[in-house]
Nanobody
Framework: VQLQASGGGLVQAGGSLRVSCALS????????MGWFRQAPEKERDFVAA???????YYASSVKGRFAISRDSAKNTVYLQMNGLKPEDTAVYYC??????????????????WGQGTQVTVSS
């Protein structure tokens, strides 16, 4: 299983970015996929997750601004980030696990991690 993240970059506060995560080696069937982020000198924090059945979960800090979605035909998960703030600056990691877990917000639950993509929001 491989997760290939892409789409990070530099954006001004209030702007938007979309990051993508392409899954290979296994299908999305039965999976939970999502995103964590890690800012310098901070722990990795849960951002969002999506189950095969379409159920979505968000951290309170991004709810209403970020939207997670998936394209099963492309085996790809997206994170649309709107209303970006400087505090959203971090490396964003794509994650996956089989089967679903009720502890979707815990980094320890995910066995598969992408390489990370940098998102920088300037003030």
């Amino acid at each position: 299983v491989q997760l290939q993240a892409s789409g990070g970059g530099l954006v001004q506060a209030g702007g938007s970015l979309r990051v993508s995560c392409a899954l290979s080696g296994r299908t999305f069937s039965g999976a939970t996929m999502g995103w964590f982020r890690q800012a310098p000198e901070k722990e990795r924090d849960f951002v969002a997750a999506i189950r095969e059945n379409g159920q979505k979960y968000y951290a309170s800090s991004v709810k209403g601004r970020f939207a997670i979605s998936r394209d099963s035909a492309k085996n790809t998960v997206y994170l649309q980030m709107n209303g970006l703030k400087p505090e959203d600056t971090a490396v964003y990691y794509c994650v996956a696990r089989w089967p679903h877990t009720v502890r979707y917000y815990s980094a320890e639950e995910y066995g598969y991690w992408g390489q990370g993509t940098q998102v920088t929001v300037s003030s």
